[in-house]
């Protein structure tokens, strides 16, 4: 079956560094995808991992590693407008499905 | 960039009809293109997933006659819900693929339709 696991809810102080882990088991992979999503809006697109390692594009970064099922993301000099919902996301099946995580309401405060 | 958009972005009806929401990918010619559903507090659920030309494919415990699903250009696919029940109140999410390029796998989210049956 199709498994993604990642923390409900994070909280973080403005200007810190926050780390939103995610596990998948999926049935076959072409890559993974984090998303942010604040309410009520669409998600937008962050970062896509389809090898192993760390991919930074500014203040965030994502890591990924297929033998262990494992990613996460980084989020750097955390701002008020972060506050927002983190999906994890993976490509599989035949017609390269994103299959999505519950995703992580993450909280920044002052 | 890649510009995705629906039609409406928020509709209220009555228990009993149908409500129709389109997907347009506005820049670039999307072969396929995937409904989601997401309630609230909740992540996006994939529906069908919908290639141009063809019938689309739904997933498991989503009911065919009920999301009909039309792709008929590769730029717009639609979304009917038939006869619609309160418990299709929901946030309906597409987006679009980009088949050209080396965004090959990203996929473009439209900005999301609000669904109120009363």
């Known amino acids: 079956g199709q498994n993604i696991d990642q923390p409900t809810e994070m909280t973080a102080t403005e200007g810190a560094i926050v780390q939103i882990n995610c596990t998948y088991q999926?049935?076959?992979?072409?890559?993974l995808f984090w998303y942010q999503q604040h309410a009520g809006e669409a998600p937008t697109f962050l970062s896509y991992?389809?090898?192993?390692g760390l991919e930074e594009k500014g203040r965030f970064s994502s890591f990924l590693s297929r033998s262990k099922g494992y990613s996460y993301l980084l989020l750097k000099e955390l701002q008020m407008k972060d506050s927002a919902s983190y999906l994890c996301?993976?490509?599989?099946?035949?017609?390269?499905?994103?299959?999505f995580g519950a995703g992580t309401r993450l909280a920044v405060h002052p | 960039g890649a510009v995705v958009s629906q039609h409406p972005s928020w509709v209220i009806c009555k228990s009993g009809t149908s409500v129709k929401i389109e997907c347009r990918s506005l820049?670039?010619?999307?072969?396929?293109m995937f409904w989601y559903r997401q309630f609230p507090k909740q992540s996006l659920m994939l529906m069908a997933t919908?290639?141009?030309?063809?019938?689309?494919?739904?997933e498991q415990g989503v009911e065919k006659d009920k999301f009909l699903i039309n792709h008929a250009s590769l730029t717009l696919s639609t979304l009917t819900v038939t006869s619609a029940h309160p418990e299709d109140s929901s946030f309906y999410i597409c987006?679009?693929?980009?088949?050209?390029?080396?965004?090959?796998?990203?996929?473009?989210f439209g900005p999301g339709t609000r669904l109120t049956v009363t």
């Open positions: 996301a993976v490509l599989s099946g035949g017609y390269n499905k994103l299959i």
């Open positions: 991992n389809v090898l192993d």
């Open positions: 987006s679009a693929r980009a088949e050209r390029g080396e965004r090959f796998y990203e996929q473009y």
């Open positions: 999926t049935s076959g992979f072409n890559g």
């Open positions: 820049d670039f010619q999307a072969t396929t």
């Open positions: 919908s290639n141009e030309g063809s019938k689309a494919t739904y």
